[in-house]
């Protein structure tokens, strides 16, 4: 089993920065890629970007340029640096890591922008 905690959301204003992390614990050996996904009112949930064990990195296409995704180095917690928020960024964040073919989930933080 793998648990994942994520912290960092809350309230900002249009253009503003917030950087989310998620701490994975448990049985997190083999862990082969830790990503966000996002959902908004209303909406499906939807992939935000994502990182490999090997370090490579992929995005939605609404968010390059302005989310950066990284990891610890024991690959334990993973960051998304969020930058230039508009309020179509406003969702609730999901953490997802995959193992053995399962996927995992946080709880979610909400992140909300104002326009």
């Known amino acids: 089993q793998v648990q994942l905690v994520e912290s960092g959301g809350g309230l900002v204003q249009a253009g503003g920065s917030l950087r989310l992390s998620c701490a994975a614990s448990?049985?997190?050996?083999?862990?082969?890629?830790m990503g966000w996904y996002r959902q908004a009112p209303g909406k499906q949930r939807e992939y935000v970007a994502g990182i490999t064990r090997g370090g490579n990195t992929n995005y939605r296409n609404s968010v390059k340029g302005r989310f950066t995704i990284s990891t610890d180095v024991a690959k334990t917690t993973v960051y998304l640096q969020m930058n230039s928020l508009g309020p179509e960024d406003t969702a609730v964040y999901y953490c997802?890591?995959?193992?053995?073919?399962?996927?995992?989930w946080g709880q979610g933080t909400q992140v909300t922008v104002s326009s």
């Open positions: 997802n890591a995959q193992k053995d073919s399962r996927d995992y």
């Open positions: 448990g049985s997190i050996f083999s862990i082969n890629f």
